[in-house]
């Protein structure tokens, strides 16, 4: 069965640098996520989207702006990095209305130098 | 506000015996519970989710959990362990009535020695 597909699956960027991240949802999925594991820590909640628009904000940054397109994927735009940012970044998707079935894509590995 | 508490950063067990790995949580509505695995440098892995219904949920790989409403746990279970098993195990709650997005706890880390 097709997954949550992210990419890349590594990126390495310098400071105040940007950089955007990309998942594309489980087939017929319309609802979005995006979460951040720092090193060690529990994956935090950031933004989703259903229909293009948001539907929940989580703890993200206004350095960080995210987005949903037509075909349903999605895109977390990033900008003036920082050594903090460096973090794993999770999407996963579900359809709206079984929001309690989010299905976790295998993640970007941002590495801010 | 909805939380969740792994109590043990760290669980060693030997291979053969049964697994505990413990969650607790705090929810203003009623709870959607869910088991992730995680190995080194891999995605989150769904075990299993407690929704409605009956408290002993069985998920992947052997695993199980059960759901106990008067002491808001949800400790996650395994008869026999594998070495295969070692990981990380983030426990995750959502409420019914409150936002889409899963709230993780801190995880525990799960050594299985042979």
């Known amino acids: 069965a097709a997954g949550v597909i992210q990419s890349p699956r590594h990126l390495i960027k310098e400071k105040r640098e940007t950089a955007t991240l990309k998942c594309y949802p489980i087939p017929r999925h319309d609802t979005v996520y995006w979460y951040q594991q720092g090193p060690g820590q529990d994956p935090q909640f950031l933004i989703s989207f259903y229909e293009k628009m948001q539907s929940d904000k989580g703890s993200i940054p206004d350095r960080f702006s995210a987005q949903q397109f037509s075909d349903y994927h999605s895109e977390l735009n990033m900008s003036s990095l920082e050594l903090g940012d460096s973090a794993l970044y999770f999407c996963?998707?579900?359809?709206?209305?079984?929001?309690?079935?989010?299905?976790f894509g295998p993640g970007t590995r941002l590495t801010v130098t | 506000a909805q939380s969740v508490a792994q109590p043990e950063d760290q669980v060693n067990v030997a291979e053969g015996n049964p697994l505990t790995v413990k969650c607790t949580y705090s929810v203003s509505g009623n709870p959607y519970l869910f088991w992730y695995v995680q190995y080194p440098n891999r995605g989150l892995q769904f075990l299993l989710k407690?929704?409605?219904?009956?408290?002993l949920v069985k998920g992947s790989y052997g695993f199980e959990a059960e759901f106990n409403k008067s002491q808001t746990s949800f400790h996650l279970k395994k008869p026999s362990a594998l070495v295969s098993d070692s990981a990380l195990y983030f426990c995750a709650v959502r409420a019914d009535n409150y936002g889409q997005n899963f709230v993780f706890g801190p995880g525990t880390r799960l050594s299985v020695l042979p």
């Open positions: 407690y929704i409605t219904g009956d408290n």
């Open positions: 996963a998707s579900s359809l709206q209305d079984r929001a309690y079935e989010q299905y």
